[in-house]
Structures are given as structure tokens and as C-alpha cells.
């Protein structure tokens, strides 16, 4: 299985600014994604990052609001932009190893709280 | 549409006591299910996962799932709960058809009284 760490794990930020997080797979990955989890809910997908193509976003996810980038098979980011306290939620990035591809591996979140 | 069911919010069992969870799927194929576990302040861990041929699926942690086709159905069982199984459960379902993308029940938060 893959191991995936993020950082920040948490973060508090003011509204109108922006955070980066950042997911690193420890293995080669074609595909990673970037869930939101607000709070007491259930995850929901924002984009896939595929390397070496522009993300592909969710219905009500948009680029301008939710930039990612995915420079290599091991590494992405998500930039959560002009923040508001509505932002406020896990960020989860997942992947799937390239020895099974069927199944998503999750990192341990990004906690930002928007004051 | 693809879509999940969890109808249970929240379930307390006592400790020792069997468990069942349930999940109910919409899709258009046989789809590929998979529940994952996350405690408090954790991110997700598969707990297990189907994609074919048997229908009854081990998983960690002494848990057990069954695909039952004609209900549309992965529940998940336990025959005795720990204290430890604590926390909230999600059920998801990866399209097949669509690069695996993945669509997650609400989850069940689980408590486990002593």
C-alpha cells in the first residue's frame, strides 16, 4: 500500500488569505486526489491530479478557488484560495498504488480553521 | 447516479457485543466497495475492500463484509466489538468506469460502551 504524508496537518489561517498543502506519496502514483471533509460530514471529492495534465474538478469545486499541481508521480499540492470561514474542513489527499490502482490510500489530513 | 447509504448516524454496542454496519450503493455496474475506518484526529484506513468473486470479504481488525448483489449491499460486520473500534465508518463505492472515482456514505460513528 501507499504511505502518504501531508503538511501542514493544521493550520489556522485569517480569512482572505491562502494556504498550500502538500501531499507526497512514497511510491510512484498516476493518480492522486484531493478530498474536503467539513465538519461532521463525509468526504467529498474536490479534483483528481494526474501528472503531467491539468486536474479535473468536481461539480461546485472550481480552479480559480482550489489551484492544484502535480509536478511529478509522487507529489502534489492543493491551495485552498481567498480563504473564508466556510473553508474551514480536512483536506485529504489519496492515491492508489500503481500495483493496485483500484484502491485509494488517504493521508492523515490537513485541519484548517478559518477565523 | 452514483450515490451511498449509510442509515445509521450513530450506533453504540456494548463491548463484546457483535456489530453490523450497513451500506447501501447505487451504480450502474458492479461497482468496487471498500470500507474505511478513521478515529478521532486520523485520516482514513481501509479496513477492506471487494472487487470480485467471493462475496464474503475479510478484512483487518477481525472485520467482515458481504456483497450482496440483489440488495445492493456491503454490510459490515464484527463478531465481537473492542473498545478500540471506536470511531466513525465510511462505506465507498469506486467507479469502475470512471477512473475509480470514489463516492463515500455519510459514515457511522460508532461507540462502544464498556
Known amino acids: 500500500s501507499a504511505v502518504i504524508s501531508q503538511k501542514p496537518s493544521r493550520d489556522i489561517c485569517q480569512r482572505g488569505t491562502s494556504l498550500t498543502i502538500q501531499c507526497q506519496v512514497d511510491?510512484?502514483?498516476?493518480?492522486m486526489f484531493w478530498y474536503r471533509q467539513q465538519p461532521g460530514q463525509s468526504l467529498t471529492l474536490i479534483a483528481t491530479?494526474?501528472?503531467?495534465?491539468?486536474?479535473?474538478?468536481e461539480s461546485g469545486f472550481v480552479i480559480d478557488k482550489f489551484p492544484i499541481s502535480r509536478p511529478n508521480l509522487t507529489f502534489s499540492t492543493l491551495t485552498v484560495s481567498n480563504l473564508s470561514p466556510e473553508d474551514s474542513s480536512i483536506y485529504l489527499c489519496s492515491s492508489s498504488s500503481e500495483r493496485g490502482w483500484e484502491t485509494q490510500y488517504f493521508g492523515p489530513g490537513t485541519r484548517l480553521l478559518v477565523l | 447516479a452514483q450515490s451511498v447509504t449509510q442509515p445509521d448516524i450513530h450506533i453504540t454496542v456494548s463491548e463484546g457485543a457483535s456489530l453490523e454496519l450497513r451500506c447501501n450503493y447505487s451504480y450502474g455496474a458492479t461497482p468496487y466497495l471498500f470500507w474505511y475506518v478513521q478515529s478521532p484526529g486520523q485520516g482514513l484506513q481501509l479496513l477492506l475492500k471487494y472487487f470480485s468473486g467471493d462475496t464474503l470479504v475479510q478484512g483487518i481488525k477481525g472485520f467482515e463484509a458481504e456483497f450482496k448483489r440483489s440488495q445492493s449491499s456491503f454490510n459490515l460486520r464484527k463478531p465481537s466489538v473492542h473498545w478500540s473500534d471506536a470511531a466513525e465508518y465510511f462505506c465507498a463505492v469506486g467507479a469502475r468506469d470512471n477512473f475509480n472515482k470514489f463516492y463515500f456514505g455519510s459514515g457511522t460513528k460508532l461507540n462502544v460502551k464498556p
Open positions: 491530479a494526474n501528472q503531467g495534465s491539468e486536474a479535473t474538478y
Open positions: 511510491s510512484q502514483v498516476t493518480m
